[in-house]
């Protein structure tokens, strides 16, 4: 965020440098209008994972790809600690930490274990912007089959740490 600047994000979009002043009061406007939409895109792939079955691969999936972003991974993070600083921006914080909590919620009805699945995932997603590679859907599913039991009335899914 500190490269940011009116010059380089109307550079990038292909508009005068006019126009950014114009919509966005200053450069923290900007950015937090900017982080508010990338959180906002993540909570509605998550969202949209709610459909019955089994879709803790496909949430696993999700996150990989999430994970493989470094630069908007770190950004939505940005968010996070800048909603804690001014309360006014945590619609869309809580809006990830709702939707994670909604799909943990199909899984379980224990209010501990839902929480715990958002810290493991928001924990994990945040330790991998500190290694050099990011984690493998086949690594977030092992941890989501780990902190969320199979649902109601599934046949039990295997283990992914017993898979070839």
Do not use: C, K, Q
């Not at 958002?118 to 780990?146: C, K, N, Q, R």
């Amino acid at each position: 965020m500190a490269g940011v600047s009116h010059r380089t994000v109307s550079r990038e979009a292909g508009l005068p440098t006019s126009a950014t002043t114009y919509y966005f009061s200053g450069l923290g406007d900007l950015l937090t209008a900017a982080l508010t939409s990338v959180m906002n895109e993540d909570s509605e792939r998550m969202r949209r994972l709610s459909g019955g079955g089994d879709r803790r691969r496909e949430l696993a999936e999700l996150l990989a790809v999430v994970a493989a972003d470094p630069g908007r991974l770190l950004a939505e993070y940005e968010l996070f600690l800048l909603a804690a600083r001014r309360p006014h921006l945590r619609e869309a914080t809580d809006g990830w930490l709702a939707a994670v909590s909604a799909f943990a919620r199909r899984y379980t009805d224990d209010p501990v274990r839902v929480r715990v699945v958002a810290a493991v995932i928001d924990g994990v997603l945040l330790h991998s912007l500190l290694g050099d590679t990011a984690p493998t859907a086949d690594e977030f599913a092992a941890l989501l089959a780990d902190v969320l039991p199979d649902p109601p009335g599934a046949d039990p899914a295997p283990d992914p740490r017993d898979l070839p």
